[in-house]
């Protein structure tokens, strides 16, 4: 994990050591590498350089400002699936020629709001989103681009939750469907049909799904290029696995570029993708501090101040992150579940793990908590959402500060009957 080291027996981040942040910032903390998001973005542009893909950073991972400037300016664009993150994305830098816009329910105000933005292109799920879509570009004597996504019913395997690309799926069109999603895109006075999207579900393991997603839906590229002159662009989502556990393997991101390349070359397509949490994942833990060491007969809980609402990961997706003594103590290790302290069972950030002892007060990091950590945070149980710090060199800068009590009731109101 690039920015993230052991050294002196300690965690730090790049040249910073993580109890230190702990100290100076509180905990629960997010904690971002600079480093690492760079050393990824760069790692994705030269694997799959063959493929010279547009890259546009998928904000639901982590849409904080900080971080998606540092993205634009590396060159990215920005993949989103809201007004508010659409407006976040130009807030940070970039540039609406960038934005691509998904999202199965897209409102009037946020297809307007796109529209007199001009983004680069939206990505539409439905029918009657076309329908909508063409209708108040026309009103605005305007003609929006579109990516028509497509269901190609390709097993990720992967969490069910986050499998998005079978035909049972809310997402896009099935692939039987498309040609006449297609057909109708190109007679509305209001849409233009500039390429097909697909996303197929995420963390994939490696190339193989995207392969066979490819494979399905050449043909139905093939005829697009033929009838519609602006179709050009192949948007193959994210869904770029990364390691979370030790020895895990990364995504094969050459072998993906070796079985892409010349199947979109032959296709004349441009290929675009829209990774988050290869980007963002691993560059960045969240802090947490030790409450309470609690032992029944039954079970040893380690009790700590992050909780569901602060990463949802676990219980939503079982899913599994790496936990750490930031400055682990010698002795024997324990058998414990990582619990917090929301009034949930479903409230725990491990289960069943091995640790070296661990007392009140000791800091512990939560690894590969940088995509759909934060951004998945809530204010459940009353708690306010967790600071962000990042960290670039031997510097550290906050870049969300801590929600306060006064943050957690801003927009509440009293009727004057009570
Ligand atoms: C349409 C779309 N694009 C991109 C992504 C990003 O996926 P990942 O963070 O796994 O790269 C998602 C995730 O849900 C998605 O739905």
């Keep these: 994990m690039e920015g993230f080291h052991w050294r002196d027996g300690e965690l730090w981040a790049e040249n910073v050591r993580l109890a230190d942040l702990a100290r ?94 001009d983004i680069r ?145 032959d296709v004349g397509l441009e290929v675009a993708f829209e990774p988050g949490r290869f980007l963002v994942g691993n560059a960045g833990v969240l802090l947490t501090t030790v409450q309470y060491v609690k032992d029944n007969p039954f079970r040893k809980f380690v009790i700590v101040d992050a909780g569901m609402n602060d990463l949802l990961r676990p219980p939503l997706y079982d899913a599994w992150h790496e936990i750490r003594p930031v400055v682990p103590r010698d002795g024997e290790a324990i058998h414990a579940d990582v619990v917090g302290p929301i009034c949930e069972s479903a409230d725990f950030l491990g289960t069943d793990r091995q640790l070296p002892p661990v007392q009140e007060g000791d800091v512990l990091a939560v690894l590969g908590a940088g995509a759909y950590g934060m951004a998945m945070a809530s204010n459940y149980n009353s708690r306010g959402r967790a600071a962000e710090v990042l960290v670039d060199g031997d510097r550290a800068a906050v870049v969300r500060t801590r929600e306060t009590l006064d943050d957690l009731v801003r927009g509440e109101c009293c009727p004057d009957w009570l």
């Design 24 to 117: 100076a910032h509180g905990t629960p903390l997010y904690v971002y590498s600079r480093a690492h998001i760079e050393g990824q973005f760069r790692a994705l542009q030269s694997a799959l350089q063959g493929l010279q893909p547009t890259l546009f950073y998928a904000l639901k991972a982590n849409s904080n400002g900080a971080i998606i400037r540092l993205l634009a300016r590396l060159g990215a664009g920005a993949d989103v699936v809201s007004g508010g993150e659409m407006e976040r994305a130009i807030r940070a830098g970039v540039p609406p020629s960038r934005i691509v816009f998904a999202g199965v329910g897209k409102t009037v105000e946020e297809i307007d709001a796109a529209i007199a933005r």
């Design 121 to 265: 292109c939206f990505t539409v799920e439905s029918e009657p989103e076309l329908e909508r879509l063409s209708a108040r570009a026309a009103r605005q004597k305007h003609r929006a681009r579109v990516a028509i996504r497509v269901n190609p019913d390709v097993d990720p395997q992967t969490h069910v939750y986050t499998s998005t690309g079978m035909r049972e799926n809310k997402f896009g069109v099935d692939l039987e469907r498309a040609e006449q999603a297609f057909e109708l895109a190109g007679s509305l006075p209001g849409v233009e049909v500039v390429g097909v999207h697909m996303h197929l579900g995420s963390p994939l393991a490696d190339e193989r799904p995207y392969v066979e997603a490819l494979d399905k839906v050449m043909p139905l590229c093939r005829r697009l290029r033929a009838r519609h002159p602006a179709f050009r662009y192949l948007d193959m989502g994210g869904g770029f696995g990364i390691p979370y556990w030790p020895r895990q393997s990364p995504f094969p991101l050459e072998a993906l570029a070796r079985e892409l390349a010349p199947r979109c070359r």
